[in-house]
């Protein structure tokens, strides 16, 4: 039997461990004493007063015992792991023989080099990238795709900070997912005061702003009332300049003036300059409409807050940090009693929230806030490019998104230029299913009474279409859909309701232009904006599922996912 050890046990502090893990080694779980006290939770015999508890799991047909908590002079009701105040009278509990671990749960990954593992909700194996990436000290930033555990990696991380932590991230959902999963099992440290928020709420933490931020549906109803020329039709396209190209890139100021924006060059915005003087017109009449109507801009707001900011935090993670704009995030990196213990974590291919995100656009951020710290290092950047959650088709699809944002587009900047490494199950499926009312009452049927099922959505208000045909409430948007995982997972709508788009996309793409590694290049002509305004709606986030089926209408062209197990590892 394999054994491994929980990060956060000190087997060196513990009387007999030695000969007790020889014994477990030999599957002699009779000189052990092992008996079972909880699910999938065993306890051996160390000494006459005190014992270890563990679980049994399997990997690959080995048996694996993992060494959870030492248990001193019988104080099983004081147990991390066990229910609090838990009575156990040993004289009653049964026995148990080696052969349970023919039946213990799978484990889909386990690094041969590494006998220590790590626990959030479920059991981690670090590979050797990974490992490597836990044992630096920050400053860190951590590059992932989908499904190369960077998110369980950082709140590991997290666990090893003494003091006041942030976690902040853009989405609300993905705050209580990552709060949920650093709480599992009962962790706790006493030495440490962790804050978990969305950027909302950390804004809010400094001081709470006049009025309701503003969204891109009240924006484009905005936008819909102004005469505005062909060219800046659009709203979603005119909302992301406001977003990131006007406001937000420039700490320094709270938005471009008039003839810097209209100086910025060809990548720095979606319009060519012959547009630019409409679209800054339209820009001050926004500024005055927030004004008038009580709406207020997170990024004008961070620009403010940067006067009124306190350093309050010991350490600071930065998730999705591609959903957040410069000036977001110098506000939350200020909030730092030492300049240097933060990590960001992020993947430019996961963009949901389109603003002009480049990784050479932190490390330029990084560095001028550190002029004065010349002893920061110069390498902050880690890249996992493995993906342990998705099965090996959906794995295929992400890459050939890629490869099509690529070629189409051009490389965003050496950081994201890279394909996903497939490690997880090679169960799978890709599907695609043609959208029609017998169709969704066939899906309606398997999944209404099913928590393994999910259904996502491009836009928050095609939830409501989803549900005139289906009755789960588990229907996400994909803003909503960052940190959940599930089984199975429906891409509703995903191509027919962007056909046009699609196809402009793929337009004049051959067979080989979706084969080979990626090579870092420009886009070919940095003056052609025919396309621009699709590249952000191109992100490559895999649905986390082991099966994900795509409707579209007869008439589309589309694809789907299929991906496999649930957390990485």
């Given amino acids: ?28 779980f009779r000189s052990a004493d092992v008996k079972k006290v909880g699910d999938n939770l065993y306890r051996a015999r160390l000494d006459r007063s005190n014992r270890l508890l563990f679980s049994l ?33 040993e004289a009653r509990i049964p026995a148990a023989a080696a052969e349970a671990a023919d039946s213990a749960p799978e484990l889909s990954y386990l690094n041969p080099a590494l006998p220590r593992f790590h626990l959030l909700d479920k059991v981690l ?29 950082t709140l590991e991380k997290m666990k090893d900070a003494p003091g006041d932590v942030l976690y902040v991230t853009r989405s609300p959902f993905l705050v209580q997912n990552a709060r949920d999963l650093y709480y599992a099992n009962g962790w706790q440290r006493d030495d440490q005061d962790v804050d978990f928020l969305s950027f909302r709420e950390y804004l809010e933490s400094i001081q709470v702003p006049d009025g309701k931020e503003i969204t891109a549906r009240a924006f484009a109803a905005w936008a819909a009332r102004q005469r505005l020329p062909k060219a800046l039709k659009d709203s979603q396209q005119l909302f992301e300049e406001f977003q990131g190209a006007i406001t937000g890139a420039d700490p320094a100021q ?8 209209l100086a910025l060059g060809v990548k720095q915005s979606i319009y ?8 800054y017109d339209l820009f001050e009449k926004y500024l005055r409409w927030l004004d008038e109507q009580g709406w207020f801009d997170a990024n004008l707001i961070s620009h403010a807050w940067l006067s009124r900011v306190t350093p309050r935090y010991d350490w600071v993670v930065v998730d999705e940090v591609q959903d957040l704009t410069n000036v977001q995030l110098l506000l939350i990196l200020k909030s730092l009693r030492s300049g240097d213990n933060f990590l960001l974590c992020g993947d430019a291919n996961q963009i949901v929230h389109p603003n002009f995100f480049s990784w050479s656009k932190i490390k330029s951020l990084f560095w001028q806030q550190q002029a004065d710290s010349p002893g920061a290092p110069a390498d902050l950047v880690r890249i996992l490019n493995a993906n342990f959650r998705n099965s090996p088709q959906v794995t295929e699809i992400a890459n050939r998104l890629l490869h099509v944002k690529h070629a189409r587009f051009g490389s965003v900047d050496r950081e994201s230029n890279y394909l996903v490494r497939s490690c997880g199950p090679t169960q799978g499926r890709v599907g695609l299913l043609q959208d029609s009312d017998k169709v969704k009452h066939n899906l309606d049927q398997r999944t209404a009474a099913s928590t393994r099922f ?15 045909f289906f009755r789960t409430p588990l229907v996400f948007s994909i803003h909503e859909a960052k940190g959940l995982e599930y089984e199975n997972v429906l891409l509703y709508g995903f191509l027919s309701s962007e056909e046009k788009r699609f196809r402009d996309i793929a337009a004049e793409l051959t067979e080989a232009d979706l084969q080979g590694e990626l090579r870092y290049a420009r886009a070919r002509d940095k003056g052609d904006k025919s396309l621009e305004s699709w590249r952000r709606s191109t992100s490559c986030r ?28």
């Fill in 1 to 28: 039997m394999r054994i491994l050890t929980y990060r956060g046990l000190d087997t060196a502090a513990i009387p007999g461990i030695d000969k007790l893990m020889d014994r477990l080694a030999a599957d002699d």
């Fill in 542 to 569: 895999t649905p986390s599922s082991t099966r994900a089926l795509c409707c579209a209408r007869p008439s589309s062209t589309a694809w789907t996912s299929a991906t496999s197990s649930t957390r990485p590892r």
């Fill in 454 to 468: 999910a259904i996502l959505v491009l836009h928050p208000e095609q939830k409501t279409e989803v549900r005139k």
């Fill in 125 to 153: 194996s670090f590979d050797d990238d990974q490992e490597l990436i836990y044992q630096q000290p920050p400053p860190l930033v951590i590059i992932g795709s989908a499904g190369s555990g960077k998110t369980a990696l």
């Fill in 57 to 89: 799991f399997r990997h690959q047909g080995e048996r694996c015992a993992l060494l959870l908590e030492y248990i001193p002079s019988h104080a099983y009701e004081k147990s991390r792991f066990l229910a609090q105040g838990v009575e156990i009278d």
């Fill in 272 to 279: 060519p300059q012959e547009a630019r003087a409409e679209v």
């Fill in 254 to 261: 709270a938005y471009l003036s008039r003839d810097a924006y």
